[in-house]
């Protein structure tokens, strides 16, 4: 069975702080995908990454960065300069190729970013 | 735009009365697709696997009978709370995926509907 944890129930910053989310994952398949979502106050997930298991680089899009190692099974994403419009539920979510499309999420992370 | 389209966004019942949401990709057709639910301040959970032509997978400890799932078009799965109670009040989101190559095939999410009996 898959597992994703997201330690961090609530992160609070001022703006232009720097937040970063932190995800853990348990599969013990090879191949995986792994995913982060933002699902603002309206409800709609909001797609921000996909990473393959076999893929460990890091990516950089605009203020947002992903660190992926497998060796302590992480995937996580750090929001540069935090703005107001960053304040969000971010979901970290697995899925194994043999059950594609059957995501695992984690518990989510709400991030408050204040003026 | 959406590629998955989910109505209605928001609908209010009484309880007792049946609901029906509508999950739709719009310029591709997927064989299938999934449902998931979530309640207030909590994470997305799977509820079943909607196969077009054939009959939806639940998870465990989701009711097949009250959660009738109908996937009777590559564009189109519905999902109906039947007999609807205040308990089964949440926020019901699709997900459809084109089935070229399958794994790594990009997974689009509707807009979600936010149900809440009365």
């Known amino acids: 069975a898959q597992k994703v944890t997201q330690a961090q129930t609530e992160i609070s910053v001022v703006e232009k702080e720097d937040v970063t989310l932190d995800c853990v994952y348990e599969t013990r398949d090879t191949t995986y995908y792994l995913f982060w979502y933002k699902q603002p106050p309206s409800g709609e997930l909001v797609f921000l990454i996909r990473r393959n298991s076999f893929d460990e680089q890091n990516e950089i899009s605009g203020r947002y960065s992903w660190n992926f190692q497998k060796s302590t099974s992480s995937f996580n994403f750090t929001i540069t300069a935090s703005q107001v419009v960053d304040s969000a539920v971010y979901f970290c979510?697995?899925?194994?190729?043999?059950?594609?499309?059957?995501?695992?999420f984690g518990a989510g992370t709400q991030v408050v970013v204040t003026p | 735009g959406a590629v998955v389209s989910q109505h209605p966004s928001w609908v209010i019942c009484k309880s007792g009365t049946s609901v029906k949401i509508e999950c739709r990709s719009l310029d591709f057709q997927a064989t299938t697709m999934f449902w998931y639910r979530q309640f207030p301040k909590q994470s997305l959970m799977l509820m079943a696997t909607?196969?077009?032509?054939?009959?939806?997978?639940?998870e465990q400890g989701v009711e097949k009978d009250k959660f009738l799932i109908n996937h009777a078009s590559l564009t189109l799965s519905t999902l109906t709370v039947t007999s609807a109670h205040p308990e089964d009040s949440s926020f019901y989101i699709c997900?459809?995926?084109?089935?070229?190559?399958?794994?790594?095939?990009?997974?689009?999410f509707g807009n979600g509907t936010r149900l809440t009996v009365t």
């Open positions: 979510a697995l899925v194994i190729t043999d059950s594609w499309g059957k995501l695992q």
């Open positions: 909607s196969n077009e032509g054939s009959k939806a997978t639940y």
């Open positions: 997900s459809a995926s084109p089935p070229w190559g399958q794994v790594n095939s990009p997974l689009h």
